[in-house]
């Protein structure tokens, strides 16, 4: 069956501390992304690899760092530089341009 | 760069009753466009898209979009609202002819009344 998954669910975390979210899908695509969504302000790309040991900043970068060093996995950081976490994070991934995203469940991160 | 507005940030419906939910997008090139469905705490679920095929776009549950060019919109719509129906829903537009970026619009949340 294939899909996108995201873990955790729910992930709480302590002023300063790093997080990881995972994302893994098995639909062979070669595109994934990480977005931040807020209330009431749709959603806002943090990163973007369009290929496997390659990606790009979004427009929300700053206090979040990735990894792609397998075509099934995305990694997302949260880092203590990253003011205000607490958000639901969702990962995405495509076929390549101009193909629609699939998106995973998503993780709501809360900062205590 | 291209963008998106969704022109209603809440629409609220009876059900049975037509649902319109309208968005107008910036492009200086003929863009991919698509409508998203995102309930509670989910992950978004793509309804339907146009890439530059035929300008009526049909969905899944009902909906349907039409792409005119003229006034640069991507209106959604479904002829009778079902309870389900009541979600948050996103506009989203390829960004450039050689970019795998997207951009959202900022969302309409839909409510259906019994």
């Known amino acids: 069956d294939g899909g996108i998954t995201q873990s955790p669910k729910y992930l709480f975390r302590k002023e300063g501390q790093n997080v990881t979210l995972s994302c893994e899908q098995n639909?062979?695509?070669?595109?994934m992304y990480w977005y931040r969504q807020d209330p009431g302000q749709g959603l806002r790309l943090i990163y973007y690899?369009?290929?496997?040991?390659?990606?790009q900043k979004g427009d929300i970068a700053e206090g979040y760092s990735v990894s792609r060093e397998k075509k099934e996995s995305f990694p997302l950081t949260v880092t203590s530089a990253q003011k205000n976490p607490t958000a639901f994070y969702l990962c995405?991934?495509?076929?390549?341009?101009?193909?629609?995203?699939?998106f995973g469940p998503g993780t709501r991160l809360t900062v205590l | 760069a291209q963008s998106v507005t969704q022109l209603d940030s809440h629409v609220s419906v009876s059900e049975g009753t037509p649902v319109l939910l309208r968005c107008n997008y910036s492009?200086?090139?003929?863009?991919?466009l698509f409508w998203y469905v995102q309930h509670p705490n989910k992950g978004l679920q793509l309804l339907l898209k146009?890439?530059?095929?035929?300008?009526l776009v049909k969905g899944i549950n009902g909906f349907e979009a039409e792409f005119k060019k003229s006034e640069t919109s991507f209106h959604l719509t479904k002829p009778s609202a079902h309870m389900s129906d009541a979600a948050e829903y996103f506009c989203?537009?390829?960004?450039?002819?050689?970019?795998?970026?997207?951009?959202f619009g900022a969302g309409t949340t839909v409510t259906v009344r019994a």
């Open positions: 995405a991934s495509a076929r390549g341009m101009f193909n629609e995203q699939f």
């Open positions: 492009s200086s090139y003929s863009p991919s």
């Open positions: 639909l062979n695509h070669d595109a």
């Open positions: 146009y890439t530059s095929a035929a300008t």
């Open positions: 690899s369009q290929i496997v040991n390659d990606f």
């Open positions: 989203v537009v390829s960004v450039s002819s050689n970019d795998y970026k997207l951009s």
